[in-house]
C-alpha cells in the first residue's frame, strides 16, 4: 500500500506531464490550495516551463508560489484562466465535488468559474458513490453564522463552526449528515440561504478532467462528458 503522500506525488506528476507539452507563454494557469496541488506546484517550479502567470485560489497557495519564484496576477487584472488545477475532499462518478477541507472554497470557486478547462487532481480515497461523507463545508459572513447554522439544522445537516477565519475574513460551517444525491439542488439551495458566500459543493463548475492516483501505484485519467 503506498503512503498517501506519495500518491499525491504520482498525481501530481501525472497531470503535470499530461499538461506540460500544451503549456504556452501566453497562458494563465489556475493554482488550487492543498497538499495535493502543492506537489503539482513542486513540479511547475522543476520544470520551470514558459507561461504568463498563476492566479492562486488562497494566501496559502500565493506564498508557496512567490517562495518558488512563480510569477502571481491578481486575479482582477485576468480576463480568462486556460487551466485550473486544484485537488478535492470527494468526487462522485459525474465529476461533482466537494471542495474546501483547506478553507479556500470561495476563491477556488470563483478561479475554476473563470477556467476554460478544471483538471481535478485526487488519490482514490476520495472517489465516492455519493457525495456527503465528507461534512460540507459552507463559507458564511461572520454576521450569520447562527441563522445559517439553524437552516442548515433545518435541512437536515448537523452544522459545525469551524474555528479561524477565511482569507476573506468569514466563518465555515462543517455540514455533516447530508446525503447529497442532487448536487445541484443541494448547491444552490445552500447558496440561497441568506448569509451564505458559498458552499463547497462544486456541481455547477465540475472539473472537465480527473486524475485518480491508486493504491496499486497507476494513475486513472478520465475525461468527462
Ligand atoms: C482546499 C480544498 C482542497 O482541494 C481539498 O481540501 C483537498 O486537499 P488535499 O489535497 O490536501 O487533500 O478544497 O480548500
Known amino acids: 500500500m503506498m503512503a498517501s503522500d506519495v500518491l499525491k506525488q504520482k498525481v501530481a506528476e501525472a497531470a503535470y506531464t499530461s499538461l506540460e507539452r500544451f503549456i504556452q507563454p501566453n497562458w494563465v494557469l489556475g493554482i488550487g490550495t492543498g497538499s495535493t496541488v502543492n506537489c503539482f506546484i513542486d513540479c511547475l517550479a522543476r520544470s520551470n516551463p514558459p507561461f504568463a502567470c498563476a492566479v492562486s485560489s488562497s494566501l496559502q497557495t500565493s506564498d508557496r508560489l512567490e517562495t518558488l519564484n512563480i510569477n502571481i496576477a491578481d486575479i482582477n487584472d485576468v480576463?480568462?484562466?486556460?487551466?485550473?488545477?486544484?485537488?478535492?475532499?470527494?468526487?462522485?462518478?459525474?465529476?461533482?465535488?466537494?471542495?474546501?477541507?483547506?478553507?479556500?472554497?470561495?476563491?477556488?470557486?470563483?478561479?475554476?468559474?473563470?477556467?476554460?478547462k478544471f483538471v481535478c487532481i485526487v488519490d482514490e480515497s476520495k472517489m465516492v458513490d455519493c457525495l456527503g461523507e465528507f461534512s460540507v463545508p459552507v463559507e458564511v459572513l461572520p454576521f450569520a453564522h447562527?441563522?445559517?447554522?439553524?437552516?442548515?439544522?433545518?435541512l437536515g445537516g448537523n452544522p459545525k463552526l469551524r474555528a479561524g477565519l477565511t482569507d476573506n475574513g468569514n466563518c465555515i460551517l462543517d455540514v455533516g449528515g447530508?446525503?447529497?444525491?442532487?448536487?445541484?439542488?443541494?448547491?444552490?439551495?445552500?447558496?440561497?440561504?441568506?448569509?451564505?458566500?458559498?458552499?463547497g459543493i462544486f456541481s455547477l463548475h465540475r472539473p472537465q478532467e480527473i486524475f485518480i492516483a491508486k493504491v496499486d501505484g497507476s494513475v486513472d485519467h478520465r475525461v468527462g462528458h
Open 178 to 199: 447530508l446525503k447529497i444525491d442532487d448536487p445541484e439542488y443541494w448547491e444552490q439551495t445552500i447558496n440561497d440561504i441568506p448569509g451564505v458566500v458559498t458552499t
Open 146 to 154: 447562527q441563522p445559517v447554522a439553524t437552516k442548515l439544522g433545518k
Open 79 to 116: 480576463s480568462e484562466v486556460m487551466v485550473y488545477i486544484d485537488g478535492a475532499d470527494e468526487v462522485d462518478p459525474s465529476f461533482a465535488l466537494i471542495k474546501g477541507g483547506g478553507g479556500a472554497l470561495t476563491r477556488e470557486k470563483i478561479v475554476a468559474s473563470m477556467a476554460r
